[in-house]
């Protein structure tokens, strides 16, 4: 058996670390969810976690060379999602100065649409394969893995990916729906460092190695 009680809960505390860290992913998650409500946000933490799986399944088959091969495809995807956060950042930047009810990107779709962009953001990121290669090797014994600890690993990922981030998309939209905090004329700044963050973070995929 190649996933022991002890080495899922590994993998399932590192996953959780991870997924806690803010990022780019966790800043899609909080602006879906915020402007869209948590069904939304939670649709965009699942899809998270949906392109997380293809890099585990990478990872586990060995197959980071495929990976490498096809980093034209995976390359297009980032700089798709790096430019889509980088115009929802500048959208939301505008529009803390503007009154018009105009529909911004980062409010477009519903919830198909949130877990797209989520996973395309996620894919976008090829290097993410470099972190899961040496990972389960470390962890789990894959030259032992059963169907039983495939199906263990894809729930230890979704659980411990998508439940982070649904407790971001939980918390944003609270927030977001506090009615105080219109009234308390924070709703301007808090869209200046929100879009802010979301045009670095686009800036970022563009420029990382």
Do not use: H
Request: hydrophobic share 55%; charged share 10%.
């Amino acid at each position: 058996m190649g996933v022991t009680i002890w080495s899922g809960l590994t993998l399932f505390a590192v996953m959780v670390g991870l997924a806690a860290i803010p990022s780019s992913s966790v800043a899609l998650v909080v602006l879906r969810s915020a402007s869209l409500g948590v069904r939304s946000g939670v649709a965009t933490a699942f899809g998270i976690a949906a392109g997380d799986l293809v890099f585990v399944a990478l990872a586990i088959g060995g197959l980071t060379a495929v990976s490498q091969a096809g980093g034209l495809v995976f390359g297009a995807l980032r700089y798709l999602a790096a430019g889509y956060l980088i115009w929802c950042g500048l959208s939301l930047i505008r529009s803390s100065g503007n009154a018009s009810n105009a529909t911004l990107p980062y409010e477009w779709g519903g919830s198909k649409f949130s877990f797209l962009a989520g996973a395309i953001l996620t894919l976008g990121d090829i290097k993410a394969i470099l972190f899961y290669a040496p990972l389960f090797p470390s962890v789990v014994d894959v030259t032992a893995l059963t169907p039983i600890d495939l199906i263990t690993i894809t729930l230890i990922t979704v659980v411990a990916v998508a439940g982070v981030k649904s407790i971001y998309a939980v918390v944003a939209r609270s927030i977001a729906g506090n009615p105080s905090l219109s009234a308390s004329g924070a709703v301007k700044p808090a869209k200046i460092v929100a879009g802010s963050m979301m045009v670095g973070a686009g800036g970022f995929l563009i420029l990382k190695p």
